[in-house]
């Protein structure tokens, strides 16, 4: 967990949004409204790998929709999921929140499959207009660290990739990945 310590006292990781900001997000408003830019109803393309941390290389491509709206005066917001797996249909949320005081984001994953457990959070900025959150968790049994990371943000569409490392941050693998397209509806 120390690696985790170290990657979430970086600089950079505190750093608040860049001065130019990509396109979709507001500029001038503060990294408490980094995820102002993904308010709305999504359509989701879903990449994902079918075996983390096995050295496989078969993927899975599903779509789903996600609907994201601000809570807490805008200091946070919550999505609700529909991913359309080929072995079914489930849901999910997430859960964002703004600490003014770290100028950082915690980001909690709830599974509908599972809703007993909230997995452990993810926590980071945005800078250059990327977003990267880091966290620990278990996988299979072992202890990983987790990575997302929000990238190529515009009006219209967003990507959001998760990557796990079973070494202690040395290599990482990435195992999902999401493209938004704004809903027109």
């Given at each position: 967990m120390m690696v985790i310590a170290m990657m979430l006292s970086s600089p950079s990781l505190a750093?608040?949004?860049?001065?130019?900001?990509?396109?979709?997000?507001?500029?001038?408003?503060?990294?408490?409204h980094d995820f102002d830019f993904l308010l709305?109803?999504?359509?989701?393309?879903?990449?994902?790998?079918?075996?983390?941390?096995?050295?496989?290389d078969d993927w899975e491509d599903f779509t789903g929709t996600c609907e994201v709206r601000a809570i807490l005066g805008?200091?946070?917001?919550?999505?609700?999921?529909?991913?359309?797996?080929p072995a079914g249909t489930y849901?999910?949320?997430?859960?964002?929140?703004?600490?003014?005081?770290?100028?950082?984001?915690a980001i909690w994953w709830l599974d509908g499959r599972n809703p007993k457990q909230l997995d452990p959070p993810v926590r980071g900025s945005f800078s250059d207009g990327i977003g990267t959150f880091y966290g620990g968790d278990t996988w299979n049994g072992r202890d990983i660290l987790v990575r997302f990371t929000w990238s190529a943000i515009a009006a219209?569409?967003?990507?959001?990739?998760?990557?796990f490392s079973?070494?202690?941050?040395?290599t990482w693998e990435a195992n999902w990945s999401m493209e938004f397209r704004r809903s027109p509806d």
């Open positions: 750093a608040e949004a860049a001065t130019d900001t990509p396109a979709g997000v507001r500029e001038g408003i503060g990294a408490g709305g109803r999504w359509h989701v393309h879903h990449h994902r790998l079918r075996s983390r941390l096995a050295q496989s805008g200091q946070a917001n919550i999505d609700d999921n529909v991913l359309e797996l849901r999910a949320a997430t859960l964002r929140a703004f600490d003014p005081e770290s100028r950082s984001w219209d569409s967003a990507r959001w990739e998760q990557a079973g070494d202690g941050g040395t």
